[in-house]
């Protein structure tokens, strides 16, 4: 792909009302690993529109580590996306809320967060960087799933998520039409 070909991915918000609001527009009707398997190919081709560089696409269950969907966007990826990949799963697990608005409460400061919560030497378990994702279905408390995206900047790993969820939700409103 040429750089003529490319297609941005949008900025994300940094205010932490907005942020808000975009996890709140990506509540699912259900989700299943169909729903997962699709999710995952979407966010796959969106990601190889969006850039040259490779990155990692993971979708779990929450109440486990069941994996749903793993794939690499190209050649090129590291054993280090899959270490950043669990550590922005376990900050979605632990606090309920995207990286990126952990990210955007704490200023990007990894100390304050760490201080916050008495982290200590656990600190590296967790990540506050873009691209961890929280997947949540209506009427259902808590979270289900998490989504993660790792490999390019982490405004793009968090806003490539919110672009193809809220085309997969406009998706399912079409056909019901």
């Known amino acids: 792909m040429s750089q003529d070909e490319i297609v941005k991915i949008r900025s994300p918000p940094k205010d932490l009302d907005a942020i808000t609001a975009e996890e709140d527009r990506c509540i699912f009707p259900h989700f299943t690993a169909d729903t997962a398997w699709e999710l995952g190919t979407r966010l796959r081709d969106r990601l190889r529109r969006a850039s040259t560089k490779p990155a990692?696409?993971?979708?779990?269950?929450?109440?486990?580590?069941?994996?749903?969907?793993?794939?690499?966007?190209?050649?090129?990826?590291?054993?280090?996306?899959?270490?950043?990949?669990?550590?922005?799963?376990?900050?979605?697990?632990?606090?309920?809320?995207?990286?990126?608005?952990?990210?955007?409460?704490?200023?990007?400061?990894?100390?304050?967060?760490?201080?916050?919560?008495?982290?200590?030497?656990?600190?590296?378990?967790?990540?506050?960087?873009?691209?961890?994702?929280?997947?949540?279905?209506k009427d259902v408390e808590g979270i289900v799933g998490v989504i993660v995206v790792s490999g390019l900047t982490m405004q793009e790993d968090h806003e490539v998520i919110v672009e193809v969820i809220e085309e997969y939700l406009e998706s399912l409103k079409n056909t019901k039409a």
């Open 56 to 137: 990692v696409v993971n979708i779990t269950l929450a109440n486990s580590t069941q994996l749903l969907f793993h794939c690499a966007t190209g050649r090129g990826t590291q054993a280090d996306n899959d270490t950043w990949v669990a550590r922005k799963r376990a900050a979605v697990l632990r606090w309920g809320k995207s990286t990126w608005f952990l990210h955007n409460k704490y200023g990007g400061n990894e100390d304050a967060f760490r201080a916050k919560f008495m982290l200590g030497d656990r600190a590296g378990e967790y990540a506050i960087h873009g691209g961890g994702f929280p997947v949540r279905v």
